[in-house]
């Protein structure tokens, strides 16, 4: 099973520059997010979507934009990058509605911004 | 509000030595807890988790207890090994579950 997949896996982007970050699911979970990872600061949540042409934003969203046309999908997009979303990137899906449900996440991307 | 406070590292353990790494929570409502794992170069993958009170949550040797009384998910292994070597995540949900809160992580290497 392919689960929660990533690209790219590695970039590194100028300042100023637009890019997005792509991420799928085939197990047709209805919730998907979107982390990012700080050295010391663990995993902090930027925006997430509870189904198809649903999203919102989490602890950290500025300077991100996400959409959800599909089930599948949940592009993350930087609009002008910034030394500052230097980070690992991780997109996240799992079922709706229980607080019990296990999250599963995709294997990360490594953004730098120089 | 959510939170999670677990131990900061890193800890390094000697082959075969007992670990626990602490982890207190603090939630609006009732809680799931759960315990991941990051491998280098991976992204986190489930460890265990519980999702009432008095739970016990275990897999491949690892343990953690929901302690409601405490506000706490400690993980324990009574022998660890070389292969554990990891950085270790304490999470938790509320009510749908839409949002996992974690800590901070603790990076665990295991010498021979």
């Known amino acids: 099973n392919a689960g929660v997949t990533q690209t790219p896996k590695f970039q590194v982007l100028k300042t100023g520059q637009s890019m997005t970050l792509q991420c799928a699911q085939d197990m047709n979970h209805e919730y998907m997010s979107w982390y990012r990872q700080d050295p010391g600061m663990g995993l902090r949540l930027i925006h997430y979507s509870v189904g198809a042409g649903i999203t919102d934003q989490g602890e950290v969203p500025n300077g991100y934009n996400v959409s959800r046309s599909t089930t599948e999908d949940f592009p993350l997009r930087l609009l002008s990058a910034a030394p500052s979303q230097t980070s690992v990137y991780f997109c996240a899906s799992s079922q709706q509605g229980y607080s019990g449900n296990t999250i599963y996440f995709g294997e990360g991307s490594w953004l730098t911004v120089v | ?112």
């Open chain 2, 1 to 112: 509000g959510n939170s999670v406070t677990q131990m900061e590292g890193p800890v390094t353990l000697s082959e075969e030595a007992f670990l626990t790494i602490n982890c207190t929570y603090t939630a609006t409502g009732y809680p799931s807890l759960f315990w991941y794992v990051q491998y280098p170069g991976e992204g986190l993958q489930l460890l265990l988790k519980a999702t009432k009170a008095d739970d016990k949550g275990s897999n491949k040797g690892f343990e953690a207890t929901y302690r409601k009384e405490t506000t706490s998910f400690h993980l324990e292994k009574g022998s660890v090994q070389v292969s554990d070597s990891a950085v270790y995540f304490c999470a938790l949900t509320v009510n749908t579950g839409n949002q996992f809160y974690f800590g901070t992580g603790t990076s665990l290497t295991v010498i021979p």
